[in-house]
């Protein structure tokens, strides 16, 4: 999350949702894989004019929430 996400998604990054801490992230994490699930010009999709996430990378995401959040 902070090498894909953390450089736009920080406090004081303009409007967008900080995701800087990982009450954040779990919180938010059923928007965050619903928006990188979507393909790449879609309204809402992330990373913002970057290159879709890896399947991998995103099954990662989905076990972690799965799996309870484990730090």
């Known amino acids: 999350m902070t090498d ?3 450089p ?3 406090k ?3 409007n967008k949702m900080p995701l800087d801490s990982f009450d954040m992230v779990k ?3 059923d928007d965050i894989i619903r928006r990188i699930e979507m393909n790449p010009g879609e309204r809402g999709y ?3 004019k970057r290159p879709k996430l890896a399947d991998s ?3 990662i995401i989905k076990a972690w929430k799965a799996e309870g959040f484990a730090k």
């Open 46 to 48: 992330m990373p913002f």
């Open 12 to 14: 004081g990054k303009g």
């Open 57 to 59: 990378t995103i099954n």
């Open 4 to 6: 894909k996400c953390g």
């Open 8 to 10: 736009c998604h920080i």
């Open 27 to 29: 919180n938010n994490i």
